[in-house]
């Protein structure tokens, strides 16, 4: 058995035979990680690599603020918290919040017309 930890190259990693995608966004996102992960375990290469571009705004935020602080503004967008991440790590400023709502309302486009298994996100 074998398995991919990290979020960005999770795709690929399941297309190439892994058993299993330890990630982050999961834990929050988890119908469109499934998606994903159903898509990969069906051999489905064309709508991996679609779900996998429709993440690539995330991912590139989660390179570029990490996906810890990344994540409290997901939880936050979608209702399930109120809080800033632990200091001494600071939360992002209002216009990498927008980039990260924007990245959302992306994900859920594609996400929301691409899979029987995804929710409606907001």
């Not at 159903?38 to 051999?43: C, D, I, T």
């Not at 990498?96 to 486009?109: I, P, T, Y």
Request: aromatic share 10%; glycine share 8%; charged share 20%.
């Amino acid at each position: 058995d074998s398995g991919y930890s990290g979020d960005w190259g999770g795709a690929p990693a399941l297309l190439a035979g892994s058993d299993t995608w330890y990630s982050v966004v999961a834990g929050l996102l988890p119908s469109q990680a499934l998606a994903l992960t159903r898509a990969a375990q069906a051999g489905d290469a064309a709508t991996v690599e679609r779900f996998d571009a429709a993440f690539g705004p995330l991912w590139a935020l989660f390179k570029e603020f990490g996906s810890f602080r990344v994540m409290y503004v997901i939880a936050r967008l979608l209702n399930l918290c109120d809080v800033d991440p632990p200091r001494p790590v600071l939360p992002l400023k209002d216009q990498a919040r927008q980039r990260v709502a924007a990245a959302l309302d992306h994900l859920d486009a594609v996400f929301s017309t691409g899979s029987k298994v995804c929710i409606e996100l907001r």
